[in-house]
C-alpha cells in the first residue's frame, strides 16, 4: 500500500465517509466538512498514525492534499 492510499484511509476515518478518494490536487473545497476543526483533526491524525509532527510553518504551506503528502513522506524514514 503506498503512502496515498495509507492517507486516504485517514481521510475517510476523518471524515468518516469511506467514498472519499483523495488525489493530489483535491484541496478542503472538494472534501464535504472539511472546515477548521476538521483540518485539526486530520493533521492529528496523519501525525499519529506515522508518529510525526508537523511544525507551523509546513503547515501554512499547504495548499491541497499533494503538499500534504510530500511532506508527510519526507518525514517519513524510507
Known amino acids: 500500500m503506498d ?6 484511509e485517514i481521510f ?3 471524515f ?3 467514498d472519499i478518494k ?5 484541496t ?16 492529528v491524525a496523519i501525525e499519529t498514525k506515522f508518529n510525526i509532527r508537523f ?3 509546513e503547515l501554512l504551506t499547504f495548499k491541497n492534499v499533494g503538499d500534504l503528502l510530500n511532506c508527510t513522506r519526507s518525514k517519513i524514514p524510507s
Open 3 to 8: 503512502l496515498l492510499d495509507r492517507l486516504n
Open 12 to 14: 475517510c476515518e476523518v
Open 16 to 18: 468518516d465517509d469511506d
Open 22 to 26: 483523495i488525489t493530489p490536487e483535491m
Open 28 to 43: 478542503a473545497n472538494d472534501v464535504d466538512g472539511w472546515d477548521s476543526l476538521s483540518h485539526v483533526n486530520l493533521i
Open 55 to 57: 511544525n507551523q510553518k
